[in-house]
């Protein structure tokens, strides 16, 4: 079993980074690959955006081409912890942002890859 807590979120200004952390927790964390999905507003049937990802030990990261060129993830092992840094936010970024632990990595990853989801943090860009 998998808890990933992902503390943060809130009003955010164009142009300014949005930065949560995820915090996987339990024996297995390491293993998995994490990344972040979100949510636009509440229509029923829309499934999660992928927005990045990164694997274990190898490093391995991917991005969605939304977010390439203004996206970094990064994993501190030690602490068990996974950030993300979006720059240059657009009011179009605003969305509900998901932590999620996969256990196989495909090229193009979709929410159904995820074995297991955060909470969720709403984040809304707005001037």
């Known amino acids: 079993q998998l808890h990933l807590a992902e503390p943060g979120g809130g009003w955010l200004h164009p142009g300014g980074p949005l930065g949560p952390p995820c915090a996987p927790s339990?024996?297995?964390?390491?293993?998995?690959?994490l990344a972040w999905f979100r949510q636009f507003g509440q229509a029923p049937g829309r499934e999660r955006e992928f927005v990045a990802l990164i694997g274990g030990s190898d490093g391995l990261s991917l991005y969605a081409d939304s977010v390439k060129g203004r996206c970094a993830i990064s994993r501190d092992m030690a602490k068990s912890t996974v950030y993300l840094q979006l720059n240059n936010l657009k009011p179009e970024d605003t969305a509900t942002y998901y932590c999620a632990a996969l256990s196989r990595i495909r090229t193009s990853p979709t929410a159904r890859d995820a074995d297991y989801w955060g909470q969720g943090t709403q984040v809304t860009v707005s001037s």
């Open positions: 339990g024996p297995t964390a390491r293993y998995y690959a």
